[in-house]
C-alpha cells in the first residue's frame, strides 16, 4: 500500500489546534503591532508605531510628560505616505480646536525621526492666528515617521504621527537659478481676506537655498555648506502671531501657510499690516510686508 503524502489531509490533530490557536491570536486585539525594525522596512505600516529615534527625542524634549494619541488627540498630521520628491514634502498640521484666549495651541513641533536633525521646526503661537493650522514642505532622508506635538495653553500635549515611504531629501541637488534673490520675502493671501471674524488664510516665503550641507555640488564635487533660515517671525500690525524657529529639514525656499483674523474699521474695511522678519544661519535679515488694504476681500463685508 502506496502511503498518504503530506497535506491537508495529513495534518497531524495537535498541529490543526496550534494553527487554529494562531490565527485566532492574529485577529484578537492582543496580537502584537508590527513595527519598524531598527535599521530596516517595516512588514506592515503602522503609522503610530515608534522607533529608537522617537523614544531618545520624547525623553530629550517632553520627558515623562503625557502625549495623547488617537481620538483623544488635538492635533492631526496630513502626509502623503509616498511622495514623489524627499527634498519637498507637503506637511499639513490640522487642529481639531480653534485659538480661543482661554485655551489654544501654543507650540507645535515639528519631527522627522530619521534626518540627520530630527527637530525640523518649532512654533510658538498665539489665539490671534484664530485657527492653528500650518502648512508647509519637509526634506525627508529615509523612510520613517514625520510626527507632530501641539502643547496647548493648559500645560497638555498632543500627538499625531505619520509613516512616510520617501528618500534622500537632504541630499539631493540644489536649485542654483535664483542666488540673486536670496533674502526675498513675500506675503500674501491666496485666498483673498474673508469676513469678520473668519480666519483668513496667509502665506509666508522666502526665497533661500536652506542647503543642508549634505548636497554635493556637481561641478566643484565638494559638499556644500549648510545655509538654512533659522527663524521667521510674522507679525499683523506689530502684535505677534507666531515665531517659527527651523533647520534645513525644511525645503528649499522655506514657506508656511498660517490662518489669522483680519481686523476691520467700523466701515467694515480690512485694515492693518502683516510683515515677516527672516534670519539666516549665516546672520543674514531680511523682511516682508503686505498691506491689507487693495486685497480682495478687503472691502467691506
Same mark, same amino acid.
Given at each position: 500500500?502506496?502511503?498518504?503524502?503530506?497535506?491537508a489531509?495529513?495534518?497531524?490533530?495537535?498541529?490543526?489546534?496550534?494553527?487554529?490557536?494562531a490565527?485566532?491570536?492574529?485577529?484578537?486585539?492582543w496580537?502584537?503591532?508590527?513595527?519598524?525594525?531598527?535599521? =530596516?522596512?517595516?512588514?506592515?505600516?503602522?503609522?503610530?508605531?515608534?522607533?529608537?529615534?522617537?523614544e531618545?527625542?520624547?525623553?530629550?524634549?517632553?520627558?515623562?510628560?503625557?502625549?495623547?494619541?488617537g481620538?483623544?488627540s488635538?492635533?492631526?498630521?496630513?502626509?502623503?505616505?509616498?511622495?514623489? /520628491? =524627499?527634498?519637498?514634502?507637503?506637511?499639513?498640521?490640522?487642529?481639531?480646536?480653534?485659538?480661543?484666549?482661554d485655551?489654544?495651541?501654543?507650540?507645535?513641533t515639528?519631527?522627522?525621526?530619521?534626518?540627520?536633525?530630527?527637530?525640523a521646526?518649532?512654533?510658538?503661537?498665539?489665539?490671534?492666528?484664530?485657527?492653528?493650522?500650518?502648512?508647509?514642505?519637509?526634506?525627508?532622508?529615509? /523612510?520613517?515617521?514625520?510626527?507632530?506635538?501641539?502643547?496647548?495653553?493648559?500645560?497638555?500635549?498632543?500627538?499625531?504621527?505619520? /509613516?512616510?515611504?520617501?528618500?534622500?531629501?537632504?541630499?539631493?541637488?540644489?536649485?542654483?537659478?535664483?542666488?540673486h534673490?536670496?533674502?526675498?520675502?513675500?506675503?500674501?493671501?491666496?485666498?483673498?481676506?474673508?469676513?469678520?471674524?473668519?480666519?483668513?488664510?496667509?502665506e509666508?516665503?522666502?526665497?533661500?537655498?536652506?542647503d543642508?550641507?549634505?548636497?554635493?555640488?556637481?561641478?566643484?564635487?565638494?559638499?556644500?555648506?549648510?545655509?538654512?533660515?533659522?527663524?521667521?517671525?510674522?507679525? /499683523?500690525?506689530?502684535?505677534?502671531?507666531?515665531?517659527?524657529?527651523?533647520?534645513?529639514?525644511?525645503?528649499?525656499?522655506?514657506?508656511?501657510r498660517f490662518?489669522?483674523?483680519?481686523?476691520?474699521?467700523?466701515?467694515?474695511?480690512?485694515? =492693518?499690516?502683516?510683515?515677516?522678519?527672516?534670519?539666516?544661519?549665516?546672520?543674514?535679515?531680511?523682511?516682508?510686508a503686505?498691506?491689507?488694504?487693495?486685497?480682495?476681500?478687503a472691502?467691506?463685508?
Open positions: 500500500m502506496t502511503p498518504p503524502l503530506a497535506g489531509d495529513t495534518v497531524h490533530p495537535d498541529r490543526r489546534r496550534l494553527l487554529a490557536a490565527a485566532l491570536l492574529a485577529c484578537s486585539p496580537a502584537p503591532r508590527a513595527a519598524a525594525a531598527p535599521g =530596516g522596512l517595516p512588514s506592515q505600516i503602522d503609522h503610530d508605531g515608534s522607533s529608537p529615534e522617537w531618545r527625542l520624547r525623553e530629550r524634549l517632553f520627558g515623562g510628560r503625557p502625549l495623547a494619541t481620538a483623544a488635538q492635533v492631526q498630521l496630513i502626509v502623503p505616505l509616498r511622495a514623489a /520628491y =524627499g527634498a519637498s514634502v507637503p506637511v499639513k498640521i490640522v487642529s481639531r480646536l480653534p485659538q480661543a484666549p485655551r489654544f495651541v501654543r507650540r507645535l515639528l519631527l522627522v525621526d530619521k534626518n540627520p536633525s530630527p527637530l521646526a518649532t512654533l510658538d503661537l498665539t489665539p490671534a492666528l484664530g485657527q492653528a493650522d500650518f502648512e508647509t514642505r519637509l526634506r525627508v532622508d529615509e /523612510y520613517g515617521h514625520m510626527r507632530v506635538i501641539s502643547e496647548l495653553s493648559d500645560g497638555s500635549l498632543h500627538l499625531a504621527s505619520r /509613516y512616510v515611504k520617501v528618500s534622500g531629501g537632504c541630499s539631493a541637488p540644489p536649485n542654483r537659478e535664483t542666488q534673490l536670496i533674502g526675498q520675502t513675500r506675503l500674501r493671501l491666496p485666498e483673498g481676506l474673508r469676513p469678520a471674524g473668519q480666519p483668513t488664510p496667509a509666508v516665503s522666502v526665497v533661500h537655498p536652506n543642508t550641507g549634505f548636497e554635493l555640488n556637481q561641478v566643484t564635487v565638494m559638499f556644500i555648506p549648510p545655509h538654512f533660515v533659522r527663524s521667521i517671525r510674522v507679525r /499683523y500690525d506689530g502684535e505677534r502671531l507666531f515665531d517659527a524657529e527651523g533647520d534645513f529639514s525644511l525645503s528649499e525656499n522655506p514657506s508656511w490662518h489669522f483674523l483680519p481686523r476691520r474699521s467700523a466701515d467694515g474695511r480690512a485694515e =492693518g499690516r502683516l510683515t515677516a522678519e527672516v534670519e539666516d544661519s549665516k546672520e543674514g535679515r531680511f523682511r516682508g503686505l498691506d491689507l488694504t487693495g486685497q480682495p476681500g472691502a467691506a463685508s
